[in-house]
């Protein structure tokens, strides 16, 4: 039972635009919402994250916006670079206490100069 | 360079064997965890270790088993190798145990041949 979904596996934008990655979750327990990007032969590197208090944290060109009535969040990268090409993962945690992530499939973005 | 070392980064074995990943966490960082990603896949989470004792466990088989020393590094035995167990296994580390980003190794890619 996939509890983080990606539901787009890939998306492509033009260099300067804005890359907007959608993530859903299920679990309403979750309260601790995190971003990875995964270049090829590396591991999965931390982005941004945002708890549940939260509807909305950015750090410079990134922004993850929370929807916790529609268990839903988004990650805005404005203004978009070719170095920004990877897969973007969506994870989330639970309340209870340990810290086990929940990955969603994750999204390949590519951006084109 | 997250701090994480995992070892070996290739391992190529055959059905029926068994085999055994390592992973030192980043200087300081008490839990471990372990994650499994398949072709395609997200990444699946095995287990977690903080300072030494199980914290929490996921979807591991119970061919698999790991554990964590008193230096903190932890070992993820894998047994009975079948072909599905092919996949890439990460290791991640982080501080404490709740509510916080984890750091990744690199990884360990395993085919089962």
């Known amino acids: 039972d996939q509890q983080v979904k990606q539901n787009s596996p890939s998306l492509s934008v033009q260099e300067g635009r804005i890359s907007i990655l959608n993530c859903d979750y299920t679990?309403?327990?979750?309260?601790?919402f995190l971003w990875y990007k995964k270049y090829p032969a590396e591991g999965p590197t931390f982005l941004i994250s945002?708890?549940?208090?939260?509807d909305k944290n950015e750090d410079g060109r990134f922004t993850v916006f929370l929807n916790k009535s529609a268990k839903h969040l988004s990650l805005h990268i404005v203004p978009s670079q070719p170095g920004d090409s990877a897969v973007y993962f969506c994870?989330?945690?639970?309340?209870?206490?340990?810290?086990?992530?929940?990955f969603g499939t994750g999204t390949r973005l590519t951006v084109i100069p | 360079d997250s701090g994480v070392t995992q070892t070996p980064k290739h391992l190529i074995t055959a059905t029926g064997q068994r085999v055994t990943l390592r992973c030192s966490p980043r200087?300081?960082?008490?839990?471990v965890y372990w994650y499994q990603q398949s072709l395609d896949q997200g990444l699946q989470f095995l287990i977690q270790?903080?300072?030494?004792?199980?914290?929490a466990k996921g979807n591991i088989l119970e061919r698999f088993s790991a554990q964590q020393f008193p230096d903190l590094h932890s070992e993820l035995n894998l047994s009975s190798l079948e072909l599905g167990d092919s996949a890439l296994y990460f290791c991640?580390?982080?501080?404490?145990?709740?509510?916080?980003?984890?750091?990744f190794g690199s990884g360990t890619q395993l085919s089962v041949l």
């Open positions: 679990n309403s327990m979750f309260d601790y």
């Open positions: 991640a580390s982080s501080p404490h145990s709740t509510n916080e980003k984890l750091f």
């Open positions: 200087s300081g960082d008490l839990s």
């Open positions: 945002i708890s549940s208090i939260k």
């Open positions: 994870a989330a945690s639970l309340q209870t206490g340990a810290n086990n992530l929940f």
């Open positions: 270790y903080y300072n030494g004792e199980e914290r």
